[in-house]
């Protein structure tokens, strides 16, 4: 199992980022999946969750209004598009993928597969 995010890099404040994920899960569509970061100092923290076929989404109140998870069942992807970047979001970004039931989602102990992380940086 692989989840593979890309999509990172450097960009100034107000900017947008769209950060990817491609899943080599058997049976993606039966996984919740869900992206976390981790900012320099930090423990690491939710961002947004999309449920199986995508019917649900939900984002840390640090990024709503500013972010949108999606998922491309067909190919195996998750998606997080982050507009308005905020110095304060700089972190590595991980995507994971979890079978938990949709209210468990924001607890990272219930991810079972993750991803390796993608630097975002925000500059001032």
């Known amino acids: 199992v692989q989840l593979q995010a890309s999509g990172g890099g450097l960009v100034q404040a107000g900017g947008s980022l769209r950060l990817s994920c491609a899943a080599s899960?058997?049976?993606?569509?039966?996984?919740?999946m869900g992206w976390f970061r981790r900012a320099p100092g930090k423990a690491r923290e939710f961002v947004a969750a999309?449920?199986?076929?995508?019917?649900?989404?939900y984002c840390a109140d640090s990024v709503q209004g500013r972010s949108t998870i999606s998922r491309d069942n067909a190919q195996n992807t998750v998606f997080l598009q982050m507009n308005s970047l905020k110095p304060e979001d700089t972190a590595v970004y991980y995507c994971a993928a979890t079978s938990a039931v949709w209210s468990a989602t924001a607890d990272e102990n219930m991810y079972s597969y993750w991803g390796q992380g993608t630097l975002v940086t925000v500059s001032s």
């Open positions: 999309i449920s199986r076929i995508g019917a649900s989404t």
């Open positions: 899960l058997r049976s993606f569509r039966n996984y919740n």
